[in-house]
């Protein structure tokens, strides 16, 4: 790699424009140019725990030579060919045939995409297809949760529930509807007396097909542990009281696993916490563990035998030219291998519940109103009042900030640090993420 010094990096890159950042700022001034397990090498001698396993994908550590030779032979011997009509490849095949009943039972049909917004989006395409082959073409809106991220395409941007991703690109699309997320530290919706937060959630679901009409709803869309908005696990009684109410007016459900898949929480597809199934499945991210670009949706036995009723002449008219890459899928086999040979989910529980005890301990601080989590994915918020829960989006920053300084890469999600480090880190670097963390708010307290 050609050595340049930091600052003559940071002005090249201007020339690209960064996802979700200012187009006159300056990129991220970290330049990463190496990454060893859960350590990040800057341009600059820096070394960095990276918190967040990239954008909680990275979930098999940086720079395995494994996965790095899979991408090797592959490209060697086929990088890609199309997936279109008639065509197939090795490993999209070996792939598709090993995520068959992995996640759920049940769900044994795979569409590859290149990543988590085009799996969405495919999820919203396949849930009206499925409807109009059922004789109900009326039904094609989309519940989903505020707070939610479903991905940057233009229907993803509008089922996502978080305003600043959408203000810039109205009008708003029609068909999304949002509803309040089930979230135990401070619910937004209505609470009747001796309701549970999981019932009025799930509830509000229920009204709001009836609001819209069960005829014109075609699916309801949830992360199963909501990440980018604040990292909200939600209570157990939820998700099998939202299977019913979808079971009872006939709307699909579509679980976002592109977080919370391949073993992050501490199974290896999260609904399992809870015993339901989906009837899609979104996935992506650490299907790879970011080692290459892949996503895709699995479906139900029931949604794809319904899709073979289609006339001989009627092709499903949906993919991407990426739809099945085989160099993707050859890293993402590897990658699977490598996550069942480490026990990944194991390792999620296990460590996530020493991060959690270790997060908890920082409650101490005046401004961390709660500390929550499930496996290796956990969320501290931080409030000006702890009575109040008045979030502090400001300090938030400023120890986002400080524990930067400190070698520890976080992310401020308004007033939330999310934590989403690789399944592959140890028992001392989950400590070391307290440590450098208590540190950061200690420099800022
Ligand atoms: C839950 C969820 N769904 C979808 C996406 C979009 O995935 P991608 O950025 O690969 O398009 C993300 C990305 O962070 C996500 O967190």
């Not at 300056?26 to 350590?39: K, Q, S, T, Y």
């Not at 109009?132 to 089922?159: D, E, Q, S, W």
């Not at 079971?247 to 199974?267: M, N, Q, S």
């Not at 989403?420 to 440590?435: A, F, M």
């Amino acid at each position: 790699m050609l050595k340049q010094d930091t600052a003559t990096w940071i002005e090249k890159d201007r020339k690209q424009l960064h996802p979700t950042y200012h187009p006159k700022s300056h990129a991220n001034p970290l330049v990463v140019e190496r990454g060893e397990g859960v350590w990040l090498y800057t341009t600059d001698g820096q070394k960095i725990l990276d918190g967040m396993a990239g954008l909680w994908n990275v979930n098999a550590g940086y720079g395995r030579e494994e996965l790095a030779k899979a991408a090797y032979d592959q490209m060697k011997d086929l990088a890609f060919t199309s997936n279109f009509s008639g065509m197939t490849n090795l490993p999209s095949i070996q792939l598709a045939d090993k995520l068959a009943s992995f996640a759920y039972e049940g769900l044994n049909t795979t569409m590859f995409t290149s990543g988590g917004s085009e799996a969405n989006d495919t999820a919203f395409k396949t849930a009206r297809y499925y409807w109009k082959r059922k004789g109900k073409p009326g039904k094609y809106k989309v519940i989903a949760r505020k707070g939610a991220y479903h991905g940057i395409t233009l229907a993803t941007t509008f089922a996502t529930g978080l305003e600043k991703y959408q203000t810039m690109f109205g009008p708003a699309m029609e068909g999304f509807v949002h509803i309040p997320a089930p979230n135990p530290y401070r619910y937004e919706g209505t609470l009747k007396t001796g309701e549970t937060i999981g019932q009025a959630a799930a509830r509000e679901l229920e009204e709001a097909i009836l609001r819209e009409g069960q005829d014109t709803v075609a699916a309801f869309i949830a992360e199963p542990v909501m990440g980018v908005g604040g990292v909200i696990v939600p209570p157990d009684d939820y998700f099998p009281l939202v299977r019913q109410i979808c079971d009872k007016y006939e709307v699909l459900f579509i679980a976002d696993e592109v977080i919370t898949g391949f073993g992050r929480t501490g199974e290896w597809f999260a609904l399992n916490h809870w015993g339901v199934k989906p009837d899609i499945l979104s996935f992506a991210k650490a299907i790879t563990s970011g080692y290459a670009q892949l996503g895709g949706i699995q479906l139900s036995d029931a949604i794809r035998e319904t899709m073979e009723t289609a006339a001989d002449a009627e092709a499903f008219m949906h993919g991407f030219t990426y739809s099945g890459h085989a160099m993707a899928c050859a890293v993402g086999l590897k990658n699977l291998e490598i996550m069942e040979r480490e026990e990944f989910p194991k390792r999620a529980r296990e460590l996530g519940k020493r991060l959690l005890a270790g997060l908890q301990t920082l409650k101490e601080f005046s401004f961390v109103g709660d500390v929550r989590g499930l496996g290796l994915v956990c969320g501290v918020e931080i409030v000006s009042d702890k009575e109040s829960k008045t979030a502090d989006a400001v300090t938030t920053m400023k120890i986002f900030k400080a524990a930067q300084e400190r070698g520890l890469r976080t992310r401020p999600l308004g007033n939330i640090l999310a934590f989403s480090p690789p399944l592959s880190i140890n028992e001392e670097e989950v400590d070391e993420i307290v440590k450098r963390l208590g540190a950061a708010m200690d420099g800022i307290a």
